[in-house]
């Protein structure tokens, strides 16, 4: 009953809030076994997720071409690119259609491999993957359990010049923070929260507002760089 109050709420611009841990300006559920971070309970939780879900996708054809026009506005050529948490792989396909690049997917689950995706925890750093790729897209962020450490990570494989793209909605927001999608963040604060994840190293310097809606929400999709 608590879950289709949220749905039906959010669908009509009201955000929800229950926060299982406040970092401030966005919440973070912890996965914890007396007061010990538990990686096994994490990656479980997500596999199991992962297979739950493996017929649904939150990204969507239409924005991804959105995307893909303002790369090629913004760069003169666009080889390579990196979406994390991208289960069954549409994402990637998608990406490859309207960019003719070579698109990398990961997946955190074992079910990775049968999609064309690598499994990898996308926390972890990959040395082949450093500074290589021209764009990095996710709108799985809120899968992470760490989102500092993510979002270094993902900056930290970019190629010179290249963005990091965020797919963000109020689904993403703390109304939506649960076991399976333990960071959530509303999308106005975003930019600010990434602006300290970055350390001076990294921010939003633009972003796009799809004129469609998902489950009722609107999108921001926002573009980080390097400083």
């Given amino acids: ?14 955000s929800v809030s229950q926060i299982p841990a406040d970092e401030g300006d966005y919440a973070l559920y912890r996965y914890e076994s007396r007061g010990v971070f538990d990686y096994g309970r994490y990656k479980t939780i997500q596999e199991a997720g992962n297979k739950r879900k493996i017929g649904k996708v939150w990204a969507d054809e239409v924005t991804i071409e959105l995307i893909c026009d303002r790369l090629r506005k913004s760069s003169a050529t666009v080889r390579s690119g990196l979406c994390h948490g991208s289960r069954n792989g549409a994402e990637v396909r998608w990406f490859e259609k309207h960019l003719a690049a070579d698109v990398v997917g990961t997946d955190i689950s074992e079910t990775a491999s049968d999609h064309g995706l690598v499994q990898w925890d996308f926390h972890e750093r990959r040395e082949e993957w450093v500074g290589r790729f021209d764009f ?11 989102p500092k ?28 923070v649960n076991e399976l999608d333990p960071f959530g963040v509303d999308p106005r604060i975003l930019p600010y929260v990434l602006l300290e994840f970055g350390e001076g190293r990294f921010a939003v310097t633009d972003m796009i507002r799809p004129p469609h809606k ?11 760089t390097k400083v």
Avoid: C
Wanted: hydrophobic share 40%; proline share 3%; net charge positive.
């Fill in 1 to 14: 009953m608590d879950k289709l109050a949220r749905k039906y709420l959010m669908r009509r611009g009201f």
């Fill in 214 to 224: 998902k489950a009722g929400t609107s999108i921001w999709v926002f573009f980080l």
């Fill in 136 to 146: 990095v897209y996710t709108n799985s962020h809120d899968h992470a359990y760490d």
């Fill in 149 to 176: 450490k993510a979002f270094q990570t993902w900056v930290e494989q970019l190629a010179p010049g290249g963005r990091l793209i965020i797919e963000h909605s109020m689904a993403h927001s703390p109304s939506g």
